[in-house]
C-alpha cells in the first residue's frame, strides 16, 4: 500500500513549485487532480528554455512537474468553471495552490473561505515572500525571490565577476519538495485529529534557508572594510572546501575538518615534505596567520600537472572526499545516477524516450514506481471522466464546454 492511497488532493497551480508538490503526492499514492486554464499550464512551454520540445504529446518539463495527475481545465473566469472547481473541493483532502492571494479572494478559494467551508481541508500555497509583510503581494519566481532575494545571485560567484544565470526550476524543485513534507505532516495530524491546516512556503524564505550560516554570519561583518561576499579564492576560509583546476578539469574538495585530511592530502599530491607541518595542517591557525592563500596554491600547483580522472583515483584510494565538478552531461552518463534511481528514462505518446530526474526522498514501499508511472497529458484530457465521477452528466458537460467554461479534449 502507498502512504497516501485514497487521499485526494486539487492542485490549482501552474509552473513548478507547487506542481512539484503535487508530483511527490501522487508519487506517494494521492489522487492529484490537476485543474489547467483552458489555455494550458505555462510549463507547457518552458521547454524552450532549455531547447526541449513543448508538443502536446511530447513535454518534458510538463512531465517533470506531472507525473500521475489527471488533467482537467477549467475556466477560472467564468462563473461555471469556478463552481466545478469548488465542486471538486467537497471530497479534497489537500488543495494546493501558487495564486497570489487577490486572486484566491476573488475566487473564494482562499484560506478562511475554505476553512470556513471545509474545516478538515489542507490548504498549502507558495508564494514568492511569504503570507505577511510588505512583499506579501508581490509578484515573485525562483529567479527573483529565491535566487535574487535569497541572497543566491548576489553572493554565489567570484569577485570581480557578474552574478551567475539562474538555472531554470532549481528553486522551484527545491521549494516543491519541502512543501510535500510539510503536507504530510499535515495529513499526518489531520488522520490524528481531524482537522486542516494552513501550509505554506516562500521561495524567498528557501533560499535564505539554504544559505543559512552565511546570513546568520553576516551580523558578525557588518562593518568589515571587505565583505565575506562574494568571495575571491583569497578570501576563502578553507583550502580543503574549495575546487581546484587540474590539466583537464575541475576538482572539488570537501574537507570540512582540514586536520582529518592535511596529510592524506599532501601524501597523495606528492608533497610528503609538509607531512605533519603545525603550520598549516590547522584551520584555526592558517586562518589567524594569513597561510590560506600559501596553502591554496601548493595545492593548486601540484593538481595542474595530471588529468582529473587520474586525481580521483588517488584520492579515492586514500579516502580523501572529493569529486569531479560535474556537467549536466556527466551526469546523465554517471553510473551513480541511474544504480540509485537518480535518474530515469521514460517514452511519451510521441514515441520518444527523455531522460527524467526522480524526486530525491525514495520511501522502500514506493520502489521504483515505473509500473505505476504516468506521464503529463494534454490539456482537458481527463476533464470528462473527472467530472463524470463527481456527479456532472455528458450534457452538462458539453454544454460547460460549448460556453467555454471548461474544455474537453474528446
Same mark, same amino acid.
Request: aromatic fraction near 10%; charge should be negative.
Given at each position: 500500500?502507498?502512504?497516501?492511497?485514497?487521499?485526494?488532493?486539487?492542485?490549482?497551480?501552474?509552473?513548478?513549485?507547487?506542481p512539484?508538490c503535487g508530483?511527490?503526492?501522487?508519487?506517494?499514492?494521492?489522487?492529484?487532480?490537476?485543474?489547467?486554464?483552458?489555455?494550458?499550464?505555462?510549463?507547457?512551454?518552458?521547454?524552450?528554455?532549455?531547447?526541449?520540445?513543448?508538443?502536446?504529446?511530447?513535454?518534458?518539463?510538463?512531465?517533470?512537474t506531472?507525473?500521475?495527475?489527471?488533467?482537467?481545465?477549467v475556466?477560472?473566469?467564468?462563473?461555471?468553471?469556478?463552481?466545478?472547481?469548488?465542486?471538486?473541493?467537497?471530497?479534497?483532502?489537500?488543495?494546493?495552490?501558487?495564486?497570489?492571494?487577490?486572486?484566491?479572494?476573488?475566487?473564494?478559494?482562499?484560506?478562511?473561505?475554505?476553512?470556513?467551508?471545509?474545516?478538515?481541508?489542507?490548504?498549502?500555497?507558495?508564494?514568492?515572500?511569504?503570507?505577511?509583510?510588505?512583499?506579501?503581494?508581490? %509578484?515573485?519566481?525562483?529567479?527573483?525571490?529565491?535566487?535574487?532575494?535569497?541572497?543566491?545571485?548576489? #553572493?554565489?560567484?567570484?569577485k570581480?565577476?557578474? /552574478?551567475?544565470?539562474?538555472?531554470?526550476?532549481?528553486?522551484?524543485?527545491?521549494?516543491?519538495?519541502?512543501?510535500?513534507?510539510?503536507?504530510?505532516?499535515?495529513?499526518? =495530524?489531520?488522520?490524528?485529529?481531524?482537522?486542516?491546516?494552513k501550509?505554506?512556503?516562500?521561495?524567498?524564505?528557501?533560499?535564505?534557508?539554504?544559505?543559512?550560516?552565511?546570513?546568520?554570519?553576516?551580523e558578525?561583518?557588518?562593518?568589515?572594510?571587505? %565583505? /565575506?561576499?562574494?568571495?575571491?579564492?583569497?578570501?576563502?576560509?578553507?583550502?580543503?572546501?574549495?575546487?581546484?583546476?587540474?590539466?583537464?578539469?575541475?576538482?572539488?574538495?570537501?574537507? %570540512?575538518?582540514?586536520?582529518?585530511?592535511?596529510?592524506?592530502?599532501?601524501?597523495?599530491?606528492?608533497?610528503?615534505?609538509?607531512?605533519?607541518?603545525?603550520?598549516?595542517?590547522?584551520?584555526?591557525?592558517?586562518?589567524?596567520?594569513?597561510?590560506?592563500?600559501e596553502?591554496?596554491?601548493?595545492i593548486?600547483n601540484?593538481?595542474?600537472?595530471?588529468?582529473?580522472?587520474?586525481?580521483?583515483? =588517488?584520492?579515492?584510494?586514500?579516502?580523501? /572526499?572529493?569529486?569531479l565538478?560535474?556537467?549536466?552531461?556527466?551526469?546523465?552518463?554517471?553510473?551513480?545516477?541511474?544504480?540509485?534511481?537518480?535518474?530515469? =528514462?521514460? #517514452?511519451?505518446?510521441?514515441?520518444?524516450?527523455?531522460?527524467?530526474?526522480n524526486? /530525491?526522498?525514495?520511501?522502500?514501499?514506493?520502489?521504483?514506481?515505473?509500473?505505476?508511472?504516468?506521464?503529463?497529458?494534454?490539456?482537458?484530457?481527463?476533464t470528462r471522466?473527472?467530472?463524470?465521477?463527481?456527479?456532472?452528466?455528458?450534457?452538462?458537460?458539453?454544454?460547460?464546454?460549448?460556453?467555454?467554461?471548461?474544455?474537453?479534449?474528446?
Amino acid at each position: 500500500m502507498l502512504p497516501f492511497e485514497g487521499i485526494k488532493v486539487l492542485e490549482f497551480a501552474q509552473f513548478v513549485a507547487a506542481p512539484i508538490c503535487g508530483r511527490a503526492l501522487a508519487e506517494w499514492g494521492a489522487e492529484v487532480i490537476k485543474v489547467e486554464s483552458l489555455e494550458g499550464d505555462h510549463n507547457r512551454e518552458q521547454g524552450l528554455i532549455n531547447g526541449m520540445p513543448i508538443e502536446e504529446d511530447d513535454c518534458p518539463t510538463m512531465d517533470s512537474t506531472s507525473f500521475n495527475k489527471r488533467f482537467v481545465s477549467v475556466n477560472a473566469r467564468s462563473k461555471e468553471g469556478v463552481a466545478v472547481i469548488h465542486h471538486l473541493l467537497e471530497t479534497a483532502d489537500v488543495f494546493l495552490t501558487n495564486y497570489r492571494e487577490q486572486v484566491l479572494e476573488s475566487l473564494g478559494l482562499d484560506w478562511p473561505t475554505l476553512h470556513a467551508k471545509y474545516p478538515g481541508l489542507i490548504w498549502a500555497r507558495v508564494t514568492g515572500f511569504g503570507d505577511t509583510g510588505p512583499d506579501k503581494d508581490a %509578484p515573485g519566481y525562483d529567479t527573483v525571490s529565491f535566487f535574487a532575494r535569497g541572497g543566491i545571485s548576489g #553572493t554565489w560567484y567570484p569577485k570581480g565577476s557578474e /552574478p551567475l544565470i539562474p538555472m531554470a526550476a532549481f528553486g522551484d524543485n527545491i521549494c516543491g519538495i519541502m512543501l510535500a513534507g510539510a503536507v504530510s505532516a499535515a495529513l499526518y =495530524r489531520k488522520l490524528r485529529t481531524g482537522e486542516g491546516d494552513k501550509v505554506g512556503i516562500s521561495l524567498f524564505h528557501a533560499g535564505v534557508f539554504g544559505n543559512s550560516w552565511a546570513t546568520m554570519a553576516s551580523e558578525y561583518h557588518r562593518d568589515d572594510p571587505v %565583505p /565575506p561576499y562574494p568571495q575571491s579564492r583569497a578570501q576563502a576560509t578553507n583550502p580543503g572546501n574549495i575546487a581546484y583546476p587540474t590539466a583537464d578539469r575541475w576538482i572539488q574538495f570537501g574537507c %570540512p575538518v582540514w586536520i582529518n585530511y592535511y596529510d592524506k592530502v599532501m601524501k597523495c599530491i606528492g608533497r610528503d615534505d609538509l607531512v605533519g607541518n603545525p603550520e598549516l595542517n590547522d584551520l584555526e591557525t592558517i586562518q589567524k596567520n594569513g597561510k590560506i592563500v600559501e596553502l591554496e596554491e601548493i595545492i593548486g600547483n601540484e593538481m595542474k600537472k595530471r588529468p582529473a580522472a587520474e586525481w580521483l583515483r =588517488r584520492f579515492e584510494a586514500d579516502g580523501i /572526499p572529493v569529486q569531479l565538478c560535474a556537467m549536466f552531461e556527466d551526469i546523465v552518463d554517471d553510473e551513480q545516477a541511474w544504480a540509485a534511481n537518480v535518474l530515469f =528514462r521514460a #517514452t511519451t505518446a510521441s514515441g520518444n524516450e527523455h531522460i527524467y530526474v526522480n524526486i /530525491p526522498p525514495r520511501l522502500g514501499c514506493v520502489g521504483d514506481g515505473a509500473e505505476r508511472r504516468k506521464l503529463s497529458k494534454p490539456v482537458g484530457t481527463d476533464t470528462r471522466e473527472v467530472l463524470k465521477e463527481y456527479g456532472y452528466t455528458d450534457e452538462q458537460i458539453d454544454e460547460m464546454a460549448a460556453s467555454k467554461a471548461i474544455r474537453v479534449r474528446n
